[in-house]
Each structure stands twice: as structure tokens, then as C-alpha cells.
């Protein structure tokens, strides 16, 4: 089955302590993405990644780092997380270099909570 | 800039009533593309349409139907007869065509409550 799968799918952590969201996707997409959806605001853009040679920042990057070293994973790392980090975030893919207009594809979430 | 406004933010329905999710999109781009996504309570993103500016046949696809008019900058999804499956948050979405890095545009949401 084609899919995006993201894990864990919850996480509770305490301020400081470095964690990883993995992402995966089956599809051969070269475009990977994350988004975070809070309250109010919707989905914003963290980083994306047109293939594995391209990586960088969209709308909300602070605090957040990521690497595309093989096409298929794009794993989302939290250096030290802060209460703010607290939220729902997504990895999206599309077939190609994320150009306007591809249909992007999202993982199931995963509800981070940081104390 | 570019800007996807969903100004209800809940909408409470019974089953069997039709109703309109309102999105209203700004952008200088010519060519774009607006999407809606779902996110049922389980909380997946599920994609339902894709649609480019060239393109404003409007379009029916069992109970959903989307009514796309450049003239208002408005990309408006109905659901006729609804069920209370469809109860879900509801995104449209906003794709321009010289996005740097693919970014998606989303409104805030609109969250749809069907009772029986």
C-alpha cells in the first residue's frame, strides 16, 4: 500500500531532551515536507526537501533540523524542545520536486506534547 | 502574500442538510492550484480535490461538489445530504505557482459537525 508513515504517532517528552519523528514514504517521491497544525493557525511549513540533494527551511524552521540522506526518509529532529513545540505535525510527499501544483500526500500525524 | 481564509470556523448541521464550506484565497499568481484536504477525527490529512486556475468547471464527485469563481477569488465545497461520517475539520489549501519549496497555503480550518 502506498503510503506516508510517521512515528511514533505520540509522544509526551520534557523540555530539553532531543527526540526524532521518523518519516518514510513507499511512493520513489523525490519531494518531502513538514508541517505543523496548531489551533487557529492551520498547517505551517517547517522544512522541505525537493530531493536528496536539496534541502531547506519553510515558514517555521526554528528549533527544528532535518536530513534527506536516502530518498524514501526525512526524519524531523527536535534538538531541545521547548512547551511551544507542543503541536500536530505532518510529513507530506509528492512525486516530483514539490513544484506548484503537485498533490501532496500526508502521514497519519503525530501529537507531540512537550512539559 | 499569499492567504487562505476559512472564516467559519464550526459548523454544526443535521444529517440530510446540505452544507457550504466557505474559502476565499488571495494570491498574485496567474496560474495557482487550491486544494481541500479532511482531517476526521482520527486526524489524517485526507486530500479530496485539486484544482488549477485554468480550470473553473466546477466539479461533482458523489455528494461533493466544488464551486471554483475567479471573479470572487472563491473555492466553496458543498456537501449534499450529509452524514455523520463527514463530521471532520476541513482544509482548502493554496498553491502558487512560483511557491518556493512547494509550500501549501493552508486556511485555518473549518470544523463540521454533522448530528444525527
Known amino acids: 500500500e502506498a503510503q506516508v508513515t510517521q512515528n511514533p504517532r505520540y509522544l509526551i517528552t520534557v523540555t530539553g531532551k532531543k527526540l526524532t519523528v521518523t518519516c518514510s514514504q513507499n511512493m520513489n517521491h523525490e519531494y518531502m515536507s513538514w508541517y505543523r497544525q496548531d489551533p487557529g493557525l492551520g498547517l505551517r511549513q517547517i522544512y522541505y526537501s525537493m530531493n536528496v540533494e536539496v534541502t531547506d527551511k519553510g515558514d517555521v524552521p526554528e528549533g527544528y533540523k532535518v536530513s534527506r540522506k536516502e530518498k524514501r526518509n526525512f526524519p524531523l529532529i527536535l534538538e531541545s524542545p521547548s512547551p511551544n513545540q507542543t503541536s500536530l505535525y505532518f510529513c507530506a510527499s509528492s512525486l516530483f520536486g514539490g513544484g506548484a501544483g503537485e498533490t501532496q500526500y500526508f502521514g497519519p500525524g503525530t501529537r507531540l506534547l512537550v512539559l | ?116
Open chain 2, 1 to 116: 502574500a499569499q492567504k487562505v481564509t476559512q472564516a467559519q470556523t464550526e459548523i454544526s448541521v443535521v444529517e440530510k442538510e446540505d452544507v457550504t464550506l466557505d474559502c476565499v484565497y488571495e494570491t498574485r499568481d496567474t496560474t495557482y492550484y487550491l486544494f481541500w484536504y479532511k482531517q476526521p477525527p482520527s486526524g489524517e490529512l485526507v486530500f479530496l480535490i485539486r484544482r488549477n486556475s485554468f480550470d473553473e468547471q466546477n466539479e461533482i464527485s458523489g455528494r461533493y461538489s466544488w464551486n471554483f469563481q475567479k471573479s470572487t477569488s472563491s473555492f466553496n465545497f458543498t456537501i449534499t445530504a450529509s452524514q455523520v461520517v463527514d463530521s471532520a475539520v476541513y482544509f482548502c489549501a493554496l498553491s502558487g505557482y512560483y511557491n518556493q519549496g512547494g509550500k501549501l497555503i493552508f486556511g485555518q480550518g473549518t470544523e463540521l459537525s454533522v448530528k444525527p
